[in-house]
């Protein structure tokens, strides 16, 4: 049988094959949209897997999104299956993170520190310009305007590895060359003997660069004496350990034979730092980058076209290959976007190829549609209206469509048109928890439980619609508040008041909810006082019954992820220290961007430009594309920084924007549109932008837009507000099979399920936030104290008994609890610690490898489809030949071995389950690389009369695996199939089982 990459490299063209033929010496590939760069990049792996003896773990790829690791692995599967999960891909920055947790010793100010949120920055700065003597940079009556503009600059010279006393030093360069210049003055005319504009404005510049500079020493000072450090520091904390420690370089170059990077043209300095040191130990340096300068659309994170260039001058003897065939759009479109980016700038041909299309279908007659409104509200509309009517006559399936648009503020318009035409869609915002209006009703509650003396807040929160209050009755309370000159509050707290109201009822449960609220949250940790509030304000009940539920839960989870990381460095905070922090956020314009991830409900696509990046669909259309919105944008308190260095205020030139623009003209295959209206919502004229007036005119097709009547649009909101059930199509069976195929199944999820299968759904399914009990942070401290131990034994590095409670508190003090939970836990730690390594270091084996983790492993379903099953085993103790042990951890309560056999009343086997399903684990991995012949439940901590058992053994057979498969497999189909939608568990209390009637 012809194996997946034979069938896929038969179908390559000549450049495509010489790229995956290409394994030796540095390569470079310059790769267009719809070239096949990522089918490239992953079939030149699995050719050196072919071809060489090099194993999949010497085979390094970066790139630079978590989405683009995904796409990569998921590639690499289809070619070379299972064996693709040890192949390292990480993003730059998860690179660092692996190789700084692998080599903790080389990296302290890392491993001693914690990352510091953006709020902690921005503090930071805020407080450095007003102890400081800054005269430019703190104008007066405004004097945080260029806070964040000074952190993005900061974090940009960062990327760029300019510490402050090397950007000091480039601009005492600068003033010297300004001093010494010999045309600063006019030589004729009226202001002959006067000094220049430009010089003063360079001179002006350069002083406000220096106090920059001083700000910039100020800010890393500060975080070093708070222990603090950034995002960027990770990496160049990489790139100064590997130049400092030359056996780190050294066991990193030995490990990674082949290094391959994707998406290059987003690289910096930093980041192109990495793959030198790495490849600089052979005479031949494997390096191989794909990418486009015409897609660097990220200069904001520090990538230039310099950058991009620079591989050309490091390695002067790389072979370049240019892909020129796209796969993806049509002839026109490829020529419209040629022609915007080649006729502005002198570019070397090679970068620019002129793309030509694949396809010689009849799909390729279209010309790129400009289609022009009279106002922006008659241009959402439009958009719209053609794409109800392409739907309507079965032209293309809502999932073939996007809109795109330049900023994240545009999104939420178009969700609200498309409602209104009852075409289903997905938006797909910013990572921004802020920017969602359900988050500001829960902000403006906290607001209100933290400040209840603030009439605003209070008077607010009586009309968010979660809370229950009937509106009539928000706005009697605030109008009798204020004519009796009282708070809302107490109003809302008399019996008087309340019982002239609507729902009297639903006033005093508020009431009551309220001072309950207000006592926890001065009381209580801030993690404890925000899920109270979420929980019973009927917040976490009201997403769940939205439209767009996953994606609000996503948020809600971002939220939580913050609440918890801000808890790890502030650990007697309250809910006001957090929402103060989230204030800072808001004040200054910042996002608080999540990293949940989750797939998309089907539907029109509705995204900025930016995120589209490596996706296609057949139609896409490009809105607002005006003057301002696409191209010649501006930015009050920028900075101008000097050569050779670019800054943020510079990032959203011309040039930058061009880019972007033909990222989204070429997500394209069929047709593209793009949009414009002569006036905004305000009336005001607006032009169109610059890159659609440079379009070629044969190449496009200008069309004038239909205008439409405020009550057209208003019978159109009323008639999909009747129809509204028929949109929610959140929980389609499709979709969370969708779901459930791509997160895959692990032990945990298999016992809850088993226990409740709307506990399986929404806390592994859906994932929603929950209070981890403080014994769940004290066993993750001991996991990796365990770990540590384990690799200090097989290194044969010297560990003491000192050493493994000195990393079980490292741990603990870095995750998100109390002061006083700490305290309670480390005295517990050290007790229980002390006695577990004197009783098992002895007798330690110590060939075994600890966290093993497993995630390659797929499941054959009865349809065929393939079910990824995940875990991480604890210990793996290596026997004779292929034979393990595996040995379980766990804290708490000992059970006895009936327990853990699930052969008493109560008992559930969910233990035993779990070494069932790491023995069928570690049976398709690998080819069966182990086999686990028996397995041991260790528990920690000693019983109640203070005795430290001996760990619970058992012999693991292939029937253990069987007798798992099967549940795995009957599981899989009920969750594919729903059959459990109309079920309940059998504990009549379970709060699960409860939340289920708001999805049912």
Not at 198 to 226: C, W
Not at 292 to 300: G, H, L, N, P, T
Not at 369 to 379: F, K, P, Q
Request: net charge neutral; aromatic share 10%.
């Amino acid at each position: 049988m012809i194996s997946a990459f034979d069938k896929k490299y038969k179908t390559l063209n000549p450049a495509q094959k010489e790229a995956v033929d290409s394994i030796e010496g540095p390569v470079m590939v310059i790769a267009g949209p719809g070239t096949g760069k990522t089918s490239i990049l992953t079939l030149r792996i699995a050719n050196i897997l072919r071809r060489t003896d090099t194993p999949a773990n010497g085979i390094l790829g970066l790139t630079f999104t978590e989405s683009g690791v995904h796409s990569m692995r998921r590639k690499l599967v289809e070619y070379i299956g299972a064996e693709a999960y040890r192949v390292p891909l990480y993003t730059f920055h998860g690179f660092a993170q692996e190789v700084i947790s692998r080599f903790p010793e080389y990296f302290p100010r890392i491993i001693g520190g914690a990352v510091a949120s953006e709020s902690e920055k921005l503090e930071i700065i805020e407080e450095a310009l007003s102890e400081g003597d800054f005269e430019i940079i703190r104008p007066f009556g405004k004097p945080t305007l260029y806070v964040r503009k000074a952190l993005s600059v900061i974090s940009d010279l960062k990327r760029d590895g300019i510490a402050p006393h090397a950007f000091n030093a480039l601009l005492s360069k600068e003033k010297a060359h300004l001093l010494k210049a010999t045309d600063k003055y006019h030589e004729k005319g009226r202001l002959k003997g006067e000094l220049k504009k430009e010089y003063i404005d360079d001179v002006h510049n350069n002083t406000k660069n220096k106090e920059l500079g001083v700000l910039y020493g100020a800010y890393e000072k500060e975080l070093r004496r708070r222990e603090l450090y950034d995002f960027e520091d990770m990496l160049l904390s990489l790139v100064e350990g590997l130049q400092k420690h030359k056996n780190l370089l050294r066991t990193l170059q030995e490990e990674y034979l082949y290094v391959l990077a994707d998406e290059h043209q987003d690289a910096n300095n930093s980041q192109n730092t990495v793959l030198e040191l790495l490849c600089d130990y052979r005479d031949t340096k494997n390096l191989f980058i794909v990418g486009d300068e015409k897609q660097a659309i990220y200069r904001f994170q520090g990538a230039s076209l310099e950058n991009f260039l620079y591989f050309r001058k490091k390695f002067p003897e790389a072979k370049i290959i240019s892909l020129d065939t796209n796969y993806r759009s049509s002839q026109r479109i490829l020529d419209a976007s040629h022609a915007l980016m080649s006729s502005h700038v002198d570019v070397d041909p090679l970068l620019r190829p002129h793309l030509t299309s694949a396809s010689t279908s009849a799909r390729s007659v279209h010309r790129v549609e400009v289609i022009s409104y009279e106002t922006l509200a008659d241009e959402r509309e439009g958009i719209v209206s053609l794409i109800a009517d392409a739907i309507k006559k079965n032209e293309v399936t809502p999932e073939d469509i996007v809109i795109l648009a330049r900023t994240n503020s545009e999104l939420s318009d178009f969700g609200r048109v498309l409602a209104a035409h009852q075409v289903p869609f997905t938006l797909f915002a910013d990572d921004d928890v802020l920017a969602d209006p359900d988050m500001h009703k829960l902000f403006l509650l906290f607001h209100a439980v933290i400040f209840p003396d603030r009439d605003e807040y209070v008077g607010g929160m009586l009309l968010i619609d979660f809370l229950g209050i009937h509106p009539i009755d928000a706005v009697h309370i605030n109008r009798q508040a204020s004519g009796e000159r009282r708070s809302p509050l107490e109003i809302l707290n008399s019996k008087k008041h309340r019982a002239i109201l609507v729902d009297e009822k639903a006033a005093q449960i508020l009431s009551e909810k309220f001072v309950r609220w207000m006592q926890c949250a001065h009381n209580e940790s801030a993690l404890d006082a925000f899920l109270t509030v979420v929980r019973e304000s009927g917040f976490e009940s009201y997403l769940v019954g939205k439209q767009d539920s996953l994606q609000k839960l996503a948020k809600l989870a971002g939220l939580y992820d913050a609440i918890k990381a801000f808890l790890s460095t502030h650990k007697d905070a309250k809910l006001k220290d957090f929402v103060t922090s989230i204030d800072r956020l808001i004040r200054h314009g910042s996002p608080l961007k999540f990293s949940r991830s989750f797939v998309s409900s089907g539907g029109v696509s509705v995204m900025t430009a930016h995120k589209s990046k490596g996706l296609e669909w057949k139609q896409v259309y490009i809105s607002n594309a005006v003057d301002r919105v696409w191209g010649n944008r501006r930015s009050i308190g920028s900075f101008r920084l000097p050569s050779p260095l670019f800054s943020a205020g510079e990032s959203e030139t011309d040039e930058d924007e061009r880019r972007l623009f033909y990222v989204a003209l070429t997500r394209a295959k069929e047709k593209a549109t793009i949009t414009l209206s002569h006036a905004d919502e305000n009336g005001r004229e607006r032009l169109p932008s610059r890159f659609v007036e440079e379009l070629p005119p044969e190449g496009i097709e200008r069309i004038e837009g239909k205008a439409y009547s405020g009550i057209e649009r208003f019978a159109r909101i009323v008639k999909s507000t009747l129809a509204m059930p028929s949109l929610k199509r959140q929980w389609d069976r499709e979709f969370l099979e969708k779901l459930f195929l791509e997160q895959g199944m692990n032990a945990t999820a298999l016992n809850n399920y088993l226990t409740c299968p709307w506990k399986y759904f929404f806390k592994n399914l859906i994932r929603l936030p929950d209070i981890p009990a403080p014994y769940l942070y004290f066993g993750t401290s001991v996991h990796a104290a365990l770990k540590a131990f384990a690799d200090a034994r097989r290194t044969g590095v010297k560990f003491l008994k000192k050493d493994f409670f000195e990393v079980f508190t490292r741990t603990l003090v870095r995750l998100p609890i109390t002061k006083s939970d700490l305290g309670r836990l480390n005295k517990k730690g050290k007790k229980t610690l002390e006695m577990y390594f004197d009783a098992r270091a002895p007798h330690w084996h110590d060939n075994s490898l600890a966290e093993y983790p497993i995630s390659g492993v797929f499941l054959a379903l009865s349809d065929g489809k393939q079910l990824l099953l995940r875990g991480r085993l604890d210990k793996l103790e290596l026997l004779e030949g292929r034979a393990v042990h595996v040995v379980d951890y766990k804290t708490g309560a000992r059970r006895t071995r009936n327990e853990i056999l699930g052969n008493t009343k109560n008992a559930s086997g969910d233990i035993k389950r779990q070494l069932n399903f790491y023995r069928l684990l570690l049976d398709l991995h690998e080819k069966g690389k182990y086999e686990m012949v028996s397995a041991g439940i260790d528990f920690v901590e000693p019983d109640n009369k203070g005795k430290l058992h001996a760990p619970e053994r058992f012999f693991m057979s292939p029937e253990d695996a069987l007798s798992v498969q099967g549940e795995v497999t009957k599981v899989a189909e009920e969750i594919r199939s729903l059959a459990f939608w109309d079920q309940t568990c059998d504990d009549r209390e379970c709060e699960f089982c409860v939340l289920r009637s708001l999805v049912v």
